[in-house]
């Protein structure tokens, strides 16, 4: 088992960053494997949340959804629901539209930091294992967005790696900064300290945020619509 994680851990991580769509591009064949076997929460880290989406949810924005993991739980307790899943790998969306075939999914192949965020549209908005890339600041603008497509009551469920320190927060932003590319650009994991990352939903206006769940360094994030 040991050699099988040395293995998994070669594939998924190298000494260059590479970009982050050709990276999971290159990786979709093996994302499963990796995200139910080899990382903090496995795949409770996908099952939970469609547990703690809302009674009667409807229309779901899942972003960087990847292969669709956490879709089938969901389907499963709301199977009339109509996701919007978005994710910036076409191998990993082809994935996931085999995995969701028969059920209300429509995939866009793109950053969702371009996304059009629409006014009022989502009773709850996902995300699972993808914003651990991004910057404070990119998270604040995203968030934001986020809260306004949001319907009354809605939530945002976050599941993704938080840090254990300020310092190692830091040190992998410099690290980053080294390397001379925006946050984003190229896979590099820069994941917040909880603290700060609830310090971020509350500068976007999010009515409280908490913890649901965690894991190891995997945690799922609850956060309210704001009251508009």
């Known amino acids: 088992m040991k050699k099988l994680k ?3 851990f070669a594939v998924w991580h190298t000494d260059m960053p590479e970009p982050m769509g050709a990276f999971f591009n290159a990786r979709a064949a093996r994302y499963d494997e990796v ?3 080899h990382i903090a929460g496995g795949r409770a880290s996908k099952d939970l949340v469609a547990a703690h989406l809302p009674e009667g949810t409807r229309d779901v924005l899942d972003l960087g959804c990847g292969t669709g993991l ?3 739980a969901l389907f499963a307790r709301f199977p009339d629901a109509r996701v919007l899943g978005i994710d910036l790998a076409e191998d990993m969306l082809a994935l996931l539209r085999t995995r969701c075939a028969g059920f209300d999914v429509s995939t866009r192949c793109m950053s969702y930091f371009d996304y059009d965020f629409p006014f009022a549209q989502f009773d709850a908005v996902i995300s699972v294992m993808s914003l651990h890339h991004f910057s404070p600041a990119q998270k604040l603008a ?3 967005k986020v809260g306004r ?3 009354p009551g809605g939530v945002f469920l976050n599941c993704d790696y938080i840090i254990g320190s300020p310092f190692r927060e830091r040190r992998n932003f410099c690290r980053l900064r080294r390397l001379r590319v925006p946050p984003g650009e190229v896979h590099f994991d820069t994941p917040l300290t909880l603290r700060h990352e609830l310090s971020v939903l509350r500068q976007a206006g999010f009515a409280c945020g ?3 769940w ?3 360094s995997t945690q799922l994030l609850r ?3 704001f009251r508009r």
Do not use: I, K
């Open 210 to 212: 908490m913890v649901l």
């Open 35 to 37: 995200h139910t076997g």
């Open 149 to 151: 497509t949001l319907r």
């Open 142 to 144: 995203l968030y934001q």
């Open 223 to 225: 956060a309210e619509a």
């Open 70 to 72: 956490e879709l089938e």
């Open 6 to 8: 040395n293995r998994v």
């Open 214 to 216: 965690s894991q190891g």
